[in-house]
């Protein structure tokens, strides 16, 4: 199964971050960015597949771009970054690549999960 993932750690509580809206676009020829698809994490701050069934995971270049700022908002706390976006890179023969974001209201980081 070809599969997308990211889960969202809010290194200030040590706990996941739930219900952030999260966007996965992909990067075509022209260098239009299309959206694929959109989703929330759950209560453990994870999206398990962000592609839509049947899809493909095609080489190229990726966008996440995760909603801080609503996800801060609904928690009464003002962060120095509204959206965190991510671009990165499906290679050839790739099935699944998982995408972690470590938040805090003023800093992230993220890496190449498992």
Request: aromatic share 8%; with cysteine; glycine share 10%.
């Given at each position: 199964?070809?599969?997308?993932?990211?889960?969202?750690?809010?290194?200030?509580?040590?706990?996941?971050?739930?219900?952030?809206?999260?966007?996965?676009?992909?990067?075509?020829?022209?260098?239009k960015?299309?959206?694929?698809?959109?989703?929330?994490?759950?209560?453990?701050?994870r999206?398990?597949?962000?592609?839509?069934?049947?899809?493909?995971?095609?080489?190229?270049?990726?966008?996440?771009?995760?909603?801080?700022?609503?996800?801060?908002?609904?928690?009464?706390?003002?962060?120095?970054?509204?959206?965190?976006?991510?671009?990165?890179?499906?290679?050839?023969?790739?099935?699944?690549?998982?995408?972690?974001?470590?938040?805090?209201?003023?800093?992230?980081t993220?890496?190449?999960?498992?």
């Amino acid at each position: 199964m070809k599969r997308i993932s990211t889960h969202i750690l809010d290194t200030t509580r040590g706990k996941p971050a739930p219900a952030v809206p999260v966007r996965l676009e992909y990067r075509e020829s022209a260098g239009k960015w299309r959206q694929i698809s959109s989703r929330q994490t759950d209560v453990d701050g994870r999206c398990s597949q962000l592609l839509e069934e049947d899809s493909s995971l095609a080489a190229g270049l990726y966008r996440l771009t995760f909603d801080t700022g609503a996800y801060f908002g609904s928690q009464g706390v003002r962060g120095l970054y509204p959206l965190v976006e991510i671009t990165f890179e499906v290679q050839s023969g790739e099935s699944h690549l998982h995408i972690p974001l470590l938040l805090s209201p003023n800093g992230y980081t993220t890496y190449r999960g498992s």
